[in-house]
């Protein structure tokens, strides 16, 4: 028995792996740090850390800007969009669960600038953390719903994620 139960369970696990692998690839495939929007601003001395850490964010350099943004966006008078950049360096480092947090700081807050933004860097939150059903619920709502800036990447990660289901 023990040996009919080995090469099911590696073809199980090598199954399982490949479909992780394919899921990976479309996070980094959909994953695009949002643009840099902050910079060249009138340097205020309380929004220093905010800009020098968005240089380092410019430069793909996400661990540096984190380190200085994250503190920077707790602060009470922080810029609120700061949280954006935080949960875009955090998904740049391979941290979905903690961006996710982050996208949660800006949506309390009444900055409508930014709804389509974490409404598609949330989406982005699940499909990088493999939640792929959660991840298509809401590319759905996005490719289908109102005018959204992300529209047209939704409708991609919408076929790109039935395809991988198939």
Known sequence: MAKTLLPSLLTLLFLVSC?????DDLCKTFFEPYPDL???????AVHEPFLDGMALYREG???QALDLIRPYSFMKAAN???HLYVA???????????AELHLD????TNLKDYADPVQWYTVI???CSGQNDRALTGARGIA???RHTYQKEAKDLVKALEALGK
């Open 19 to 23: 479909g992780t692998r394919k899921a």
């Open 144 to 146: 289908t719903g109102r």
């Open 80 to 82: 609120k969009a700061s």
């Open 125 to 127: 939150c699940w499909l």
């Open 105 to 108: 700081h800006l949506r309390n």
């Open 38 to 44: 902050i910079s060249g601003r009138v340097v205020v």
């Open 88 to 98: 875009n360096c955090y998904l740049a480092l391979g941290q979905p669960y903690d």
């Open 61 to 63: 350099e996400y661990q």
